[in-house]
């Protein structure tokens, strides 16, 4: 099946800091999401991108098909936006594949 | 708008106790809905999916079952829970088939 790898495992930044997280999928995909978990656990939808470019505020995200990577970038980070960063690919028509997720740390 | 509501939010279980996780939405019809489990904090994993009512599909051999009884209501069941059950569990549900899932709020569930 499909195998997704997020990087860096690990990220912590300075309040205001500007950081990129990178989502590799060893085949190509039809679906590709980014989800940010709360420390409540809550898995909170970021983007629907299975190909080109978006952009909500401060985060955006961009995913090259063709060479199977997606990026998240998140500018002027804040406190709250502390979490486990998760890219999940659909490997067929149901099933989204998990990255291990990137573990995000803003300090204030 | 649409929502998707699970509960309980928390559950501590006995060992070899049954399971019922209860997981709807609304304001849609016809969705499709998904069971997730969470283990140790990091990447989820698919248990099981649905396209339509009493249509199951299993993706991990497991004491876990999952039923959907009405169209917008999705259950996991387990006749005898094991240690290795615990975890977070979330639905979630979606268009159809290649469209974006949507998660609800996951039951913590913790077996002693």
């Known amino acids: 099946g499909i195998q997704v790898e997020q990087s860096p495992p690990d990220l912590i930044l300075q309040e205001g800091a500007n950081s990129t997280l990178r989502c590799n999928f060893s085949?190509?995909?039809?679906?590709l999401q980014w989800f940010h978990q709360n420390p409540w656990g809550q898995l909170i939808n970021l983007f629907y991108?299975?190909?080109g470019t978006k952009q909500n505020g401060r985060l955006s995200a961009t995913t090259v098909a063709t060479e199977r990577y997606s990026l998240l970038y998140i500018s002027s980070s804040q406190t709250t936006d502390s979490g486990v960063y998760f890219c999940?690919?659909?490997?067929?028509?149901?099933?989204?594949?998990f990255g291990a997720g990137t573990i995000l740390r803003v300090k204030s | 708008s649409q929502t998707i509501h699970q509960w309980p939010a928390t559950l501590v279980q006995p060992v070899g106790s049954p399971l019922s996780l209860e997981c709807t939405v609304e304001?849609?019809?016809?969705?499709?809905l998904y069971w997730y489990r969470q283990a140790a904090g990091r990447g989820l994993q698919l248990l099981f999916y649905?396209?339509?009512?009493?249509?199951i599909s299993s993706e991990v051999p497991q004491n876990l079952s999952a039923s959907r009884p009405q169209d917008r209501q999705f259950i996991l069941s387990s006749k005898k829970l094991l240690l290795s059950d615990s975890g977070f569990y979330l639905c979630?549900?979606?268009?159809?088939?290649?469209?974006?899932?949507?998660f609800g709020d996951g039951t913590r569930l913790s077996i002693l």
């Open positions: 304001g849609t019809s016809n969705p499709n």
């Open positions: 649905s396209v339509g009512i009493g249509q």
């Open positions: 999940a690919a659909l490997e067929y028509g149901n099933k989204l594949v």
């Open positions: 085949d190509s995909v039809n679906n």
């Open positions: 991108i299975p190909s």
């Open positions: 979630a549900w979606s268009r159809g088939t290649d469209q974006p899932q949507h």
